[in-house]
């Protein structure tokens, strides 16, 4: 996956995403994981097109970057 593919994620699950904080009369349940779900997927997005544009700065190889799991990423806010 390359940063323009990353970038290509990362607006489809910002479009998802307001869709749902736009709602009114509150979200369903259901609607609140897939939130959340949409939360930690843009983190790790973010986090993978970082990692990729750090080794590029630095002459190392971009499809080297790995997506972390999603407790790492999310342990980074604490």
Do not use: H
Not at 11 to 39: F, N, S
Request: aromatic content about 4%; hydrophobic content about 35%; overall charge negative.
């Amino acid at each position: 996956m390359d940063n323009d593919e990353i970038l290509d994620d990362i607006g489809a699950l910002v479009e998802e995403e307001r869709a749902l904080r736009q709602r009114t009369g509150g979200l369903l349940p259901e609607e609140r994981t897939r939130l959340a779900e949409l939360e930690v997927r843009l983190d790790q997005c973010w986090d993978l097109l970082r990692q990729r544009r750090a080794k590029a700065e630095f002459g190392e190889d971009p499809d080297t970057a790995a997506l972390r799991p999603a407790a790492e990423v999310e342990s980074y806010r604490n």
